[in-house]
């Protein structure tokens, strides 16, 4: 963008610090969202993931989730749902250092 004589160009990062001001709560969140689809673990709710987002969160497949689940072997131990495993977001969080 070429500024006009005697103008100064657009601060484009002032800008875009204004438009993002104006987005509702709910539109900025899905801008901001992580591309991946996965939820980040400092703004997730829920207590219990289930078993492909907690392996997500901790770089793990979900076979060795299941694994750990099974033998009793990991650092992390699930509840069952109606079969389902639900690992807890708290002992997440505790074992990767995030608050």
Same mark, same amino acid.
């Not at 033998?71 to 699930?78: A, D, I, K, Q, T």
């Given at each position: 963008m070429q500024a006009l004589p005697n103008q100064q160009p657009p601060d484009i990062q002032a800008l875009l610090s204004q438009?993002?001001?104006q987005l509702p709560a709910a539109q900025l969140e899905?801008?901001?969202r992580k591309s991946d689809g996965f939820p980040d673990i400092r703004t997730e709710s829920r207590t219990h993931v289930p078993t492909d987002i907690a392996g997500h969160w901790l770089n793990r497949k979900g076979q060795t989730m299941r694994g750990w689940a099974s033998?009793? @072997? /990991?650092?992390?131990?699930?509840i069952r749902? @109606? /079969?389902k495993l639900a690992w807890p977001v708290a002992d997440i969080r505790r074992l990767l250092g995030v608050q």
């Open positions: 438009f993002l001001a899905q801008l901001t033998s009793e @072997s /990991g650092p992390l131990r699930p749902v @109606s /079969g």
